[in-house]
């Protein structure tokens, strides 16, 4: 088993290292399992035409050595191979595959699945090849995605309905499970020093698999080996970019057997004296056991035309066999030459169930002008009938693209609106979150529709391309059709010198051809249409599903946004009555401080005129002469009185300062609180009018 992430990158000129070739034991199965095979649209269309360069290096280095492709399946970057044995191809049935894809809101295959599963000797097994999502943070991201593979494949046509239900499952590809905690200085120390069981424990599957029960399930040998991400191309030196991204174990092979439930009709009954009746009940016996050794687990530092290195498990599988004859035992009669035909006879080895799915090809020449005609005359109008479909669904692709941009210019006008906001309302709120959501939704989804009317405009230059072959030999066929008609009624009373004169001449007599290359002309040319015509029914299918899915995800987001912006606007205009309560208080006690303030004043002035009339006496019975100025009685009181009313005086105005101190206060108080509720009002014309109005003028019509 094989899996490499090949970053878009075209293969190397030999994989005899990466296959292990040169080993004395031969393998008996070849499972390839590759991420990020390059998918562009045009690409990706002439790879389903003509194959993909990785599958005819794996093809061309395989074949020649006695291996059958068995199957393959693809799905954009990911590509799974199978190869076997010619001696095993017998007993490889019920073979089947499937895809899921998880990038891109679950629209793109660039994350996902692929799987192949089939009957080896009677054991089920399947192969499923992954591609998780990046990034170190994404862990519980990428078993979500797992887990979400594992519950969507499902297979039609026998009892093992999903992955989980064959016997054997081997998981593999890049996963992308990264190293948590440790440092890039220590992670590349204990790589130099090949210390790998230091990083073990934060390796983050390891991590997964302890609280993961399905996790659990799967088992996978030590990690001996350099982590094989991230490389700088053509070079065995880890990622010395400016991100400089820690080594990680991305690409990894794990396996997983189904234990096989007790048989429900074991007599439990036995008796005392019977072992062997004893042994089968303690440990119920497997008629076929299946078990798996792991000979080799590491990565191949040879290779370095990706930024991750290969790597390969090399399983030994110790198996009984449910069946070891064939069930069709074709022979050849007699000699077989290319200028004759040639004969096949077959027989059944062993009763088996018939089935739709069985099938006897017989093959002849057929020289009949109008069995061609007519085949390519309907070839010629399903495929014409295609492109009209096709292009309706182009027409379909085109309007919802338009149809994206009037709900993306009101988010963006939403969003530059919003930051019109002051002071403590320009914050990122749901709102905003919302708002960024929805705009990152619809911009993926034109992203999407770009990509998709793409694929639609190849497929339907590719359909015309397939038609204009089509009209082109049907247009031979009529013209060859009428001369042989023509040639048909001629006689020796009706042809005249002028066409024997023609006939002379044998102006084509050096250019014909064979008539196994007439009929392999067109039958390539129907070959050709039918093979576009399925690829074009099969691109419309998957556009009809996503345009349905792309229209719901960008309507259920704009409920949400909608939903959002409601219960701001009610959070808001709820904060702004509660500050107006506020200010009405304020100004009502600022109005009792200024009452109060006057009255501690208008006190002042009163206890002046007093004051100057006790200190006016005080100061001219100051000027009385000898023996009479003495302390007397009213000396005494009015140097008490003058004490007291200053001593009042000085109360009061400290009052009077106090009070006016508390006054500004409050009058600043009564500033803030105005500014914040006029920040709310500008908050609240923002998202109740303009950024309601924008919202609600958008209708997402289905696409």
């Given at each position: 088993m094989v899996t490499w992430n090949v970053a878009t990158a075209e293969p190397p000129d030999d994989i005899t290292s990466l296959l292990h070739l040169n080993s004395q034991k031969k393998a008996d199965l070849y499972?390839?399992?590759?991420?990020?095979?390059?998918?562009?649209?045009?690409?990706?269309?002439?790879?389903?035409?003509?194959?993909?360069?990785?599958?005819?290096?794996?093809?061309?280095?395989?074949?020649?050595?006695?291996?059958?492709?068995?199957s393959s399946v693809r799905m954009q970057g990911l590509l799974l191979l199978l190869f076997s044995k010619l001696e095993h191809v017998p007993f490889l049935r019920d073979i089947r595959t499937t895809y899921t894809r998880t990038g891109i809101y679950g629209?793109?295959?660039?994350?996902?699945?692929?799987?192949?599963?089939?009957?080896?000797?009677?054991?089920?097994?399947?192969?499923?090849?992954?591609?998780?999502?990046?990034?170190?943070?994404?862990?519980?991201?990428?078993?979500?995605?797992?887990?979400?593979?594992?519950?969507?494949?499902?297979?039609?046509?026998?009892?093992?309905?999903?992955?989980?239900?064959?016997?054997?499952?081997?998981?593999?590809?890049?996963?992308?499970?990264?190293?948590?905690?440790?440092?890039?200085?220590?992670?590349?120390?204990?790589?130099?020093?090949?210390?790998?069981?230091?990083?073990?424990?934060?390796?983050?599957?390891?991590?997964?698999?302890?609280?993961?029960?399905?996790?659990?399930?799967?088992?996978?040998?030590?990690?001996?080996?350099?982590?094989?991400?991230?490389?700088?191309?053509?070079?065995?030196?880890y990622d010395s970019s400016g991100k400089k991204r820690k080594p990680a174990w991305c690409d990894r092979i794990l396996w997983r057997i189904n234990p096989k439930p007790p048989p429900e009709n074991v007599d439990k009954e036995h008796h005392d004296d019977g072992d062997e009746d004893?042994?089968?009940?303690?440990?119920?016996?497997?008629?076929?056991?299946?078990?798996?050794?792991?000979?080799?687990?590491?990565?191949?530092?040879?290779?370095?035309?990706?930024?991750h290195k290969p790597v390969t498990g090399i399983f030994t599988l110790e198996l009984r066999k449910m069946y070891k004859t064939p069930l069709v035992e074709v022979c050849a009669e007699g000699e077989w030459s290319a200028d004759l035909d040639a004969l096949v006879t077959y027989r059944t080895l062993e009763q088996f169930p018939s089935s739709a799915w069985d099938w006897i090809g017989l093959y002849k020449r057929l020289k009949d002008i109008k069995f061609w005609k007519q085949e390519l005359e309907q070839k010629l109008q399903e495929i014409v009938q295609e492109i009209d479909l096709l292009l309706t669904i182009k027409n379909r692709v085109e309007k919802a693209l338009g149809c994206c941009a009037e709900p993306l210019q009101a988010t963006l006008d939403c969003l530059n609106e919003r930051q019109s906001r002051v002071q403590i309302d320009l914050v990122y709120d749901d709102v905003e979150k919302e708002l960024l959501k929805e705009k990152d939704v619809i911009e993926g989804v034109t992203a999407l529709l770009r990509r998709i009317l793409e694929q639609i405009v190849e497929q339907i230059r590719l359909n015309r391309s397939a038609k204009y072959f089509l009209e082109k030999d049907l247009r031979d066929k009529f013209q060859a059709q009428n001369i042989d008609d023509f040639c048909f009624?001629?006689?020796?009373?009706?042809?005249?010198?002028?066409?024997?004169?023609?006939?002379?001449?044998?102006?084509?007599?050096?250019?014909?051809?064979?008539?196994?290359?007439?009929?392999?002309?067109?039958?390539?040319?129907?070959?050709?249409?039918?093979?576009?015509?399925?690829?074009?029914?099969?691109?419309?299918?998957?556009?009809?599903?996503?345009?349905?899915?792309?229209?719901?995800d960008v309507r259920k987001q704009h409920q949400a946004t909608n939903s959002a912006l409601i219960l701001h606007i009610q959070e808001t205009r709820s904060a702004k009555t509660r500050l107006e309560d506020q200010l009405n208080k304020l100004l009502a006690e600022i109005a009792s401080q200024e009452q109060n303030l006057d009255a501690l004043k208008v006190a002042v002035v009163d206890k002046e005129g007093p004051l100057s009339v006790a200190q006016t006496r005080l100061t001219?019975?100051?000027?009385?002469?000898?023996?009479?100025?003495?302390?007397?009685?009213?000396?005494?009181?009015?140097?008490?009185?003058?004490?007291?009313?200053?001593?009042?005086?000085?109360?009061?105005?400290?009052?009077?300062?106090?009070?006016?101190?508390?006054?500004?206060?409050?009058?600043?108080?009564?500033?803030?609180?105005?500014?914040?509720?006029?920040?709310?009002?500008?908050?609240?014309?923002?998202?109740?009018?303009?950024?309601?109005?924008?919202l609600q003028s958008i209708t997402i019509h289905d696409f």
């Open positions: 499972v390839i399992g590759l991420q990020e095979v390059r998918a562009a649209p045009l690409k990706f269309v002439t790879d389903l035409a003509f194959g993909d360069s990785w599958s005819c290096l794996f093809m061309n280095t395989l074949t020649s050595l006695g291996y059958i492709k068995v629209y793109w295959g660039n994350k996902g699945g692929v799987s192949i599963r089939f009957s080896l000797y009677g054991h089920s097994v399947c192969f499923l090849n992954c591609h998780l999502a990046a990034h170190i943070h994404n862990s519980t991201e990428r078993v979500e995605e797992f887990e979400h593979i594992l519950n969507s494949q499902t297979f039609e046509g026998n009892t093992t309905l999903s992955v989980l239900d064959h016997k054997l499952v081997f998981w593999f590809g890049d996963l992308n499970f990264r190293i948590e905690d440790h440092g890039m200085h220590f992670i590349r120390n204990c790589i130099n020093s090949k210390n790998f069981n230091l990083l073990w424990s934060k390796d983050q599957l390891t991590m997964m698999k302890k609280k993961i029960p399905r996790l659990q399930q799967f088992e996978e040998g030590p990690l001996d080996f350099q982590p094989t991400y991230k490389f700088d191309l053509n070079s065995n030196e004893q042994k089968q009940l303690e440990d119920p016996l497997d008629e076929f056991p299946l078990s798996v050794i792991q000979d080799t687990y590491t990565s191949n530092m040879e290779y370095s035309v990706s930024d009624l001629l006689s020796s009373t009706t042809a005249t010198a002028e066409m024997q004169a023609g006939a002379r001449q044998s102006p084509n007599e050096g250019v014909a051809v064979t008539p196994q290359e007439w009929e392999t002309f067109s039958s390539v040319n129907i070959d050709k249409a039918e093979k576009e015509r399925n690829n074009s029914a099969s691109l419309r299918m998957l556009v009809e599903n996503l345009l349905a899915q792309m229209t719901a001219a019975r100051q000027q009385r002469p000898n023996m009479e100025l003495c302390n007397d009685r009213a000396q005494s009181r009015l140097l008490a009185e003058v004490q007291q009313l200053t001593s009042t005086k000085s109360r009061l105005k400290e009052s009077s300062a106090e009070s006016e101190m508390e006054l500004r206060a409050l009058t600043k108080n009564q500033l803030l609180l105005e500014e914040e509720i006029q920040v709310k009002t500008n908050s609240l014309y923002i998202d109740e009018v303009i950024c309601t109005q924008l």
